[in-house]
């Protein structure tokens, strides 16, 4: 009778030992597995900050080109305003050269000579 009831226990402890090892055999491949994602997400942190670190460096670069940008814009509309002012007073030269040429009076001349 004792001898049935410590091969009964002796199951109940194997199977609980049989348990413990699935489980710490689960335990070790859950921690390799999140050890390994652990470094792919480190080797993405630091491709993320080269990145970032180009991206910094390149903003001071990037600002000058803007303002150089901004003063040749600014440049050019000037430049185009002047010329159309010279185009308009050009206009208005020869028309008051056709009225004086035909002995009318152009009503009023915009532009000094």
Request: proline share 2%.
């Amino acid at each position: 009778m004792k001898t049935a009831k410590l091969r009964d226990e002796k199951e109940v402890i194997d199977k609980k030992l049989n348990a413990d090892v699935e489980a710490k055999k689960n335990l070790v491949e859950n921690l390799q597995q999140l050890e390994s994602r652990k470094d792919e997400i480190s080797s993405q942190e630091r491709e993320l900050q080269t990145k970032l670190n180009k991206i910094l460096h390149s903003i001071p670069k990037l600002e000058n080109e803007l303002t150089h940008l901004h003063e040749e814009h600014d440049k050019i509309a000037k430049e185009r305003q002047t010329s159309g002012l010279v185009y308009t007073k050009f206009v208005d030269f020869l028309i008051w050269c056709s009225f004086k040429s035909f002995g009318t009076s152009f009503p009023s001349l915009s532009i000094c000579f």
